[in-house]
């Protein structure tokens, strides 16, 4: 028999435990991952069958407000805010859905979306049926907010999906497919509005191809389909004078882009740097709050900090990322991102408080809420506005 040192073997069969322990704990961790990731996968699927459902009531007034919709509208609103709960951790803590990358605006996107169609449900209950269906279509905005960030893949197309659209105008068909991240169709029903030159709304058009420049630059990151888009805007006939001068200066700006070394910059520090040049660069451009003169330079910034916030950054460089994004979003907001800003100031501040960075987001929070509350009667602002206000400004101070 072999003698074997009677102190070696234990060491032996520890080694091979701890190793057995910490391969399984990898793969409980890669499951859980891919867990949740499915979860979320999950719960939009339904959000999007639910939003499917509501739309032929969503962009058909009359049909909206016939009491004979009344039990399916709420049923379907009721479902939607349900859903939203699951994703919202504000709401939900510990029990609330993962965010499925670490771009720390998904949580207060998913939280505002949640509030938003919550009260939808609930204005819809209450009879206020103008305001909650106003809201509804604020929701869609968020949608379009936290799926056109960077380019993801298409969702699988459901069968009868948009049969709810007939009522629905070109700007309004785009904003739906994009939040329900068709994207293919964003791009053909730009082609289709912009090649029929009698049933278009001149209203539409602007609003139709800032969606579909923003979904060619940041999801499909495609700079022809932008150049393209700009061209055609340029030359419709029913366009806005001051559109087809937008559209100009995109196909310049595009030009310079294109003719640029394609080299994006890969280290946050690097991310920072250019972002802010062309933040610079828009507000340069841009002449009025409501023009699109500068959506490339914002376009092209926003989706550079987008990327850089899927990867793990310190508390520092998030916060600087989530304060440009705030002013690009702050600069497209008539884009439809309405005060989603505000949003990316208040992410600023919780991602490293106590900090200059803090502080100026929570100057640029502070005049936007200002300004929101500010009428022909002077400001006034709601007690609970006021107090959530006060208790990001403790927390910006250094
Ligand atoms: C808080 C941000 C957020 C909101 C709000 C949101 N989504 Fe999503 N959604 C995501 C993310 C993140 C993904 C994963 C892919 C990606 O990064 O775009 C996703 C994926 C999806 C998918 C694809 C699921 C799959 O099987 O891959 C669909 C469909 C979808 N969302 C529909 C919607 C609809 C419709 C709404 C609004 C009524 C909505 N979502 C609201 C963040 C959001």
């Not at 993962?98 to 998904?106: E, G, I, R, V």
């Not at 389909?225 to 700006?253: C, F, N």
């Not at 989530?322 to 501040?349: P, Q």
Request: charged content about 25%; hydrophobic content about 40%; proline content about 5%.
């Amino acid at each position: 028999m072999k003698p074997t040192t009677p102190n070696r073997r234990p060491y032996r069969l520890i080694f091979i435990a701890g190793l057995i322990l910490i391969i399984s704990a990898l793969v409980v961790a890669r499951v859980a991952r891919a867990e949740k990731t499915a979860t979320w996968q999950m719960k939009m699927n339904e959000i999007s069958q639910f939003l499917g459902e509501l739309a032929p009531f969503l962009y058909d007034e009359a049909a909206y407000n016939d009491p004979a919709n009344k039990a399916k509208i709420e049923t379907l609103t009721g479902k939607l805010s349900e859903l939203a709960h699951d994703i919202d951790k504000k709401k939900m803590g510990k029990k609330g859905v993962q965010t499925p990358d670490f771009d720390p605006a998904l949580e207060v996107l998913a939280a505002e979306f949640d509030d938003s169609v919550t009260r939808a449900h609930e204005s819809f209950k209450s009879g206020y049926k103008d305001y909650s269906r106003a809201l509804l279509r604020t929701s869609v905005s968020y949608c379009i907010s936290c799926h056109t960030r960077v380019p993801t893949a298409e969702a699988k197309p459901m069968s009868g999906f948009n049969a709810g659209l007939a009522k629905a105008g070109a700007a309004e068909r785009i904003r739906f497919f994009a939040a329900t991240r068709q994207f293919d169709l964003v791009t053909s029903e730009f082609e289709k509005t912009f090649t029929d030159k009698q049933n278009v709304r001149v209203v539409d058009l602007e609003s139709a191809a800032r969606v579909a420049l923003s979904v060619a630059l940041r999801v499909h990151k495609n700079i022809d389909e932008g150049l393209k888009i700009a061209a055609r805007v340029a030359e419709h006939p029913s366009a806005p004078q001051s559109l087809k001068e937008e559209a100009k200066i995109w196909t310049k700006e595009l030009g310079l882009w294109k003719s640029e070394a394609s080299t994006a910059p890969t280290t946050a520090p690097a991310t920072l740097a250019a972002a802010r040049e062309l933040v610079i660069r828009g507000q340069i451009l841009q002449q009025s709050p409501s023009d699109a003169r500068g959506d490339v330079a914002y376009l092209k910034a926003s989706s550079l900090l987008h990327e850089m916030l899927k990867k793990k950054s310190t508390p520092a460089e998030t916060a600087d990322a989530l304060y440009y994004i705030g002013v690009c979003y702050e600069a497209l907001r008539d884009l439809g991102f309405w005060t989603l800003h505000e949003s990316y100031y208040e992410a600023c501040i919780r991602a490293k408080p106590a900090s200059p960075r803090a502080e100026v987001c929570y100057s640029r929070l502070n005049d936007s809420v200002m300004l929101g509350y500010t009428g022909t009667r002077g400001t006034d602002i709601p007690m609970d506005v006021q107090r959530r206000l006060n208790t990001l400004q403790k927390m910006a101070k250094p």
